[in-house]
């Protein structure tokens, strides 16, 4: 059974959230301060964490770097404020999906599967493929199917779809690409992934016009379509 931790000071919030996710056959643990999560986090198997912002003492962006240096588990934020720098900042700090409060608990429910879908997908050690809307990655044999064909990609392309599929829905800043696929430091030189970017996209879609799968976003860098 998949099993969440709830990181949040709203006590009701949380016994709510636990009290809804269990008729998913989804097991859920909370605490209310972010040290205590960090702990917990180290001391039990979760497969999606849900995060709030504003937490006395370590607050949930804070939370967020912490985790995000020992764990590439899935984070759902929440958030009482109806801003779009929160929302960005906890996308560029590693947050997978983002929701402001007060919600509709439908809503939730929904994303949580989906994230620990997901999740799941990419941590199934005997899953050799992974299989989207009209293309299949294979992990064994580093090639891809497309509607245009079979293609056995170079190490870098292969790497940053990869990359990218891994984390899908969630922003990826040019950075993080670079860093994750190239494995050095980031020297702020777009040309080597845009390039890579382009090669792919042209394997990839029905038409190279169209960004079905990896898009664009806009000053910050590239997504992996959740739609797919």
Known sequence: MNRILIIDDDRELCALIKQSVIQEDIEADY???????????????????????????????????????????????????????????????????????????DELIARIISLIRRYTRFNQTSEQKLKYDGLTIDLNERTITTNNGIFELPPKEFGLLLYCAKNQGKILTKKQIYEAVWGEEYVYDDSNIMAIVSRLRKKLEDNSDSHKFIQTVKGIGYRFSKEV
């Open 31 to 105: 605490c209310h301060l972010g040290a205590e999560g960090l702990t917990k986090l180290k001391e039990n198997e979760y497969q999606l964490i849900i995060l709030d912002v504003m937490m006395p003492g370590m607050d949930g962006f804070e939370t967020l770097e912490k985790i995000r240096k020992e764990s590439d588990i899935p984070i759902l934020m929440l958030t009482s404020k109806n801003d779009n720098i929160s929302k960005v900042n906890g996308l560029r700090s590693g947050a997978d999906d983002y929701l402001t409060k007060p919600f509709n608990m």
